[in-house]
């Protein structure tokens, strides 16, 4: 299977941006749903972003009206745009691809079925 391979990740101070990038050269790409998820020290993985290929965005309400999920198709990248962070955004961040639409629990792992190696974010 084509990785997906995320970028972008490192150290910002509390209320800083980062922009989070995920690459999935993947030959049929549109057609995937991408999001992104975070797992925290010692805390259990949370889906934060989604993007399904309907265009219909998901945001949890942690992440809400801070965090931004695109998709560039002709790149075949996903982005977190991510910004006024604070320490409890600190995490590692992973992207994952699932072929069609969103259809259930968008903040669901198991829905997804490629995922990256994460990047971490420190804030």
């Known amino acids: 299977h084509v990785q997906l391979v995320e970028s972008g990740g490192g150290s910002v101070q509390a209320g800083g941006s980062l922009r989070l990038s995920c690459k999935f050269p993947?030959?049929?790409?549109?057609?995937?749903?991408m999001a992104w998820f975070r797992q925290a020290a010692g805390k259990s993985r949370e889906g934060i972003a989604a993007?399904?290929?309907?265009?219909?965005?998901h945001y949890a309400d942690s992440v809400k009206g801070r965090f931004t999920i695109t998709r560039d198709n002709g790149k075949k990248i996903v982005y977190l745009q991510m910004n006024n962070l604070t320490p409890d955004d600190t995490a590692i961040y992973y992207c994952?691809?699932?072929?069609?639409?969103?259809?259930?629990?968008?903040?669901?792992?198991?829905?997804?079925?490629?995922y990256g190696q994460g990047t971490q974010v420190t804030v």
């Open positions: 994952a691809a699932q072929q069609g639409v969103l259809v259930g629990n968008w903040a669901l792992w198991s829905l997804f079925d490629r």
């Open positions: 993947e030959f049929t790409f549109p057609s995937y749903s």
């Open positions: 993007l399904s290929t309907s265009g219909r965005t």
